[in-house]
């Protein structure tokens, strides 16, 4: 089983809707990431957070550290939003990553 | 502020030739990290340094792998021999210190190399 499980793997929607990406973890954490990578493109961080909620324009992320659970949340989406959603945990001193959620936004 | 820079961003093959990556990382960071990502699967590390030592390198395959940063800014990943499974991206990555918890590692925009 990995240390890092995201859901669902692949997911497709039409512009405008609300989306929300899924990942669980099964180790000790310092702080868990949410990264962006668009095909061909390197990555992007898009959140870092150890407890509670970020939000950053469109972007919301939440933590739940007794579940060991954390969603990530896109609303209003757009073809541009299209991209893999990478969860990863940082635990002494490294991140461990899953492995990936891949979403297209139709208009 | 630069990002990090890697070279070349594609590298094509042929099996048992070697082939070297470059990385610049953002000036002023500590810590450097290669990271080999197949395709389908999450990055996977290959190597850690913390300025020009080595913190963790025990995923690199080091029969034919190797890495270093010699004076703890730019860094080099080399294969020598290709193998067809090391066809995927190469991601470089830095941050300003890994003793600090929680830190933000920036990313390269990758080497995709296929091994033919």
């Known amino acids: 089983k990995n240390e890092v499980e995201q859901s669902p793997q692949n997911l497709t929607a039409q512009e405008g809707e609300f989306i929300t990406i899924n990942c669980s973890y099964s180790v000790g954490i310092s702080a868990l990431h949410w990264l962006q990578q668009h095909p061909g493109g390197g990555i992007v961080s898009l959140f870092m957070l150890s407890s509670g909620k970020k939000k950053h324009g469109r972007l919301i992320a939440t933590i739940n550290i007794q579940e060991k659970h954390s969603s990530l949340h896109i609303t209003a989406s757009h073809p541009r939003d299209s991209a893999v959603y990478i969860c990863a945990v940082g635990s002494t001193d490294k991140l461990i990553f899953g492995t990936g959620t891949r979403l297209q936004v139709f208009p | 502020e630069a990002g990090v820079a890697q070279s070349p961003r594609y590298k094509i093959i042929e099996k048992r030739q070697s082939v070297a990556f470059w990385c610049n990382p953002i000036?002023?960071?500590?810590?450097l990290y290669w990271y080999q990502q197949i395709l389908g699967q999450g990055p996977k590390l290959l190597i850690q340094?913390?300025?020009?030592?080595?913190?963790?390198d025990s995923q690199l395959p080091k029969d034919r792998f190797s890495a270093e940063r010699l004076k703890g800014v730019d860094s080099t990943l080399k294969i020598q021999p290709a193998k067809l499974e090391d066809s995927a991206v190469y991601l470089c990555?830095?941050?300003?210190?890994?003793?600090?918890?929680?830190?933000?590692?920036?990313f390269g925009p990758g080497t995709r190399l296929l091994v033919l």
């Open positions: 000036s002023g960071h500590a810590t």
């Open positions: 990555a830095s941050s300003l210190d890994r003793r600090r918890a929680q830190e933000t590692q920036y």
């Open positions: 340094f913390q300025n020009n030592g080595v913190v963790d």
